[in-house]
């Protein structure tokens, strides 16, 4: 039992690691090829930060553990709004009254819906995928556009200021270092971590679906968590809300729409019951943060952190 719980840790660490060091890799490969800052975060960034959930959802379907690859989306949206929000709101107030986050918000949400309407169909194959990723480039394009022209109007971008591990003096062969890292240990934590879960689901009895929404899913979400703690406590509510909208939207589009061009993803019927509407009426809670200038007090922090735990408890019975 300790070995397999071990290999949870083991497995979770090297993604965080391997994680953060392809990005810092991806990153400044980028900028010395000449590739704008800008295009960097708004891309490179973004599926960097996504790779961990990406190779769990791939290798949980290779092995034909579908309720992980799944549920491993699905959970951690949920408890990026519940938890993710929940727990800094605790720390601190944070005042989103004065963010800007309603079109991210809107794509978010029919993002959402859009995702539950392709799993009606009891499968995320090719079909799906290309449907979801085509969505993300239209929206990646979009994005590109729009930052574009704030910098035509001479409207200063903090993401192009600072991208996520830049280092505009980095050598080579650092950057070569970082890339093979991050290459190699994505995948080695994910094959840990998925065959770890898998085995404490077959001792605690439960499905890998259950394992996925619960174990994995938290366990994925622990960045998000950190990178909003930290934007809560520096009062930098639109980092925290931005973070949360962002992280959900690549999750639905980008990580299941990939695994699916790689191997079909069967959805359990579990899933079309109860999860996806759960993580559906999450995302619907936090409406009036972003259209009702509410601010993220600590009462909100009891009332979503209570909420997942609820959520939690009757995934587990």
Known sequence: MLMVWGGVV??????????????????????????????????????????????????????????????????????????????????????????DTRKSYVIMLVSSVLFIALAFRGVFDAIAGLILLAVLAVILVDAIREAMAHRRAGQALEVEEEPEGADPDMPWWKIALFLVLGLIGLPLGADLLVDSSVEIAKIFGVSDTVIGLTLVALGTSLPELATTVMAALRRQADVALGNVIGSNMYNLLAIIGVASLITPIPVDPEFLRFDLWVMLGASLLIFPLVFLAKDLTRIWGVALSALYLGYIALVLI
Not at 51 to 60: D, F, G, R, V, Y
Not at 72 to 93: E, F
């Open 10 to 99: 083991i497995g979770l660490v090297i993604l965080l690691l391997a994680g953060d060091a392809l990005v810092k890799g991806a990153v400044n490969l980028s900028l010395r090829m000449g590739i704008p800052a800008l295009i960097v975060s708004l891309t490179i960034v973004a599926f960097g930060t996504s790779a961990p959930e990406l190779l769990i959802s791939i290798n949980a379907a290779l092995d034909d553990a579908p309720g992980i690859a799944l549920g491993n989306v699905v959970g951690s949206n949920t408890a990026n709004v519940l938890l993710v929000l929940g727990i800094p709101a605790l720390l601190a107030v944070m005042h989103t009254s004065q963010c």
